[in-house]
Each structure stands twice: as structure tokens, then as C-alpha cells.
């Protein structure tokens, strides 16, 4: 029988690491990573750091304000190579480039797209990603109001296309809705749909990437339209 084991000192066990807000974010982009956005709660964060959920609004004010450190985190290896261009490479082909590896980046994370819809980032990665958006226009000479307006519509446009993702299940459910739209216009009757008729087979032609490609193609040359 083997002798009784007195009580443990709270003193011999290791020190917690002190909070942080740097702690909190990092924690927190694990448990996204590794289990989703949805498990990022309050609670369960406190749960990872050993304290109560309240303790952690000394470092994050809310759960928006955490979404927007959690982008801030995966933006600053997006930008890591952001001043290294291509030689030679054409300021559209970069602003293109960026742009849609922002959306891929996103992808992974499609809760966190539809989060940052809503909100109003703030960290400096992100305001850096708004700089060398801008940048771009400029060397590309759309004016400044232009472009001031249209930074906000080509990441809005990159962020709500891969909030579109959504889960795997959401994405089933979605690649089912689009294969009854594909049906539906493919049976439509010419008479009383003319238009679709005309454009039936490249109303679903091209890869997800060429749409994104063209589509941010086409919003970048529509800011040279004046402000009214």
C-alpha cells in the first residue's frame, strides 16, 4: 500500500503566463484554426487561459473587437510580401494578386468574412492592407476620392465573396441550390426567356478564380467613373 500523498502547494506548480492582450489573440486564432470561429466564445477562452470570461474584456472590449485582432493576425503574413513585387509586374496584375489571395486567405475562415462585414477593422495590418490598396490606384492614376471610395467596394466585394463559402455543410446545401438554378435555366423556354436563352451557356461558363479575377478587373476600371 503506498504511503498517502500530503496536499500539493499551490506553489510548486508552474506560473500561469500573465495576460496579455498579445495571449488573448493568440489563443484565440488556435482555437479558430484548430476548431472554428463559433468555438471562439468568451467563455471557452477563459476556459484556455484559466480565468473568468470577464478578465478578458480588459483586453479586447467585445467580441467584434476580437474578430478584428484575429484578422489582423492572418493579414500580417498576407502582407509579409507585399513590398517585394515582381519585377516588372503592372500595378493592376498586384492589386489583382492581392486582392485574391486576401479572398483566399478569408476562404478558410468563411465565419470570420461574414463577421468582418459587419464590423469596422481597425488593427494596423489592416490599415496597411487600405494603404497598399490605395497605393495601387494611385500609381495606376484613378483619382484620389475615387479611390478612397473604391477601397472600401473592392474589399467589401473580396470579403463578401468568401464569406459565400460558409461551412462544408452550408456549402453543400449551396452547390445543390446552384446545380436546380443551372437546371432551371437550362429548361427555360426561349419565348419566355429570351435573354436567358441568348446567354444560357455563359450564364455558369468560367472558374470561380477567372469570375474573381474579372469581376475585381471590373470594379477597379469602373473607379475612373467621377464622382457625381
Do not use: C
Not at 39 to 48: D, F, N, P, S
Request: charged share 25%; net charge negative; hydrophobic share 45%.
Amino acid at each position: 500500500m503506498s504511503p498517502r500523498q500530503g496536499p500539493v502547494s499551490r506553489r510548486s506548480r508552474p506560473a500561469k503566463a500573465p495576460l496579455s492582450r498579445e495571449t488573448v489573440v493568440a489563443t484565440a486564432l488556435r482555437l479558430m484554426k484548430d476548431e472554428g470561429l463559433e468555438r471562439v466564445t468568451m467563455r471557452r477562452l477563459g476556459a484556455e487561459l484559466e480565468t473568468g470570461p470577464a478578465s478578458l474584456y480588459v483586453y479586447v472590449r467585445n467580441t467584434a473587437e476580437l474578430h478584428g485582432a484575429l484578422l489582423d493576425e492572418l493579414l500580417a503574413e498576407l502582407l509579409a510580401g507585399v513590398d517585394r513585387p515582381a519585377p516588372g509586374q503592372p500595378w493592376r496584375e498586384r492589386l489583382i494578386a492581392l486582392l485574391s489571395e486576401y479572398t483566399e486567405l478569408l476562404f478558410a475562415y468563411p465565419s470570420l468574412a461574414r463577421s468582418v462585414l459587419t464590423l469596422r477593422p481597425s488593427g494596423p495590418n489592416y490599415l496597411r492592407l487600405i494603404d497598399t490598396v490605395l497605393g495601387l490606384l494611385h500609381a495606376g492614376g484613378v483619382p484620389a476620392g475615387q479611390a478612397a471610395w473604391g477601397v472600401d467596394l473592392l474589399l467589401q466585394h473580396a470579403t463578401a465573396t468568401a464569406a459565400e463559402q460558409g461551412s462544408r455543410a452550408e456549402a453543400a446545401e449551396a452547390e445543390r441550390e446552384a446545380e436546380d438554378l443551372a437546371a432551371a435555366v437550362a429548361d427555360a423556354p426561349e419565348d419566355a426567356y429570351p435573354h436567358i436563352a441568348m446567354a444560357r451557356q455563359e450564364l455558369f461558363a468560367g472558374t470561380g478564380g477567372q469570375r474573381q479575377r474579372w469581376a475585381l478587373s471590373a470594379i477597379i476600371e469602373g473607379l475612373r467613373v467621377p464622382i457625381p
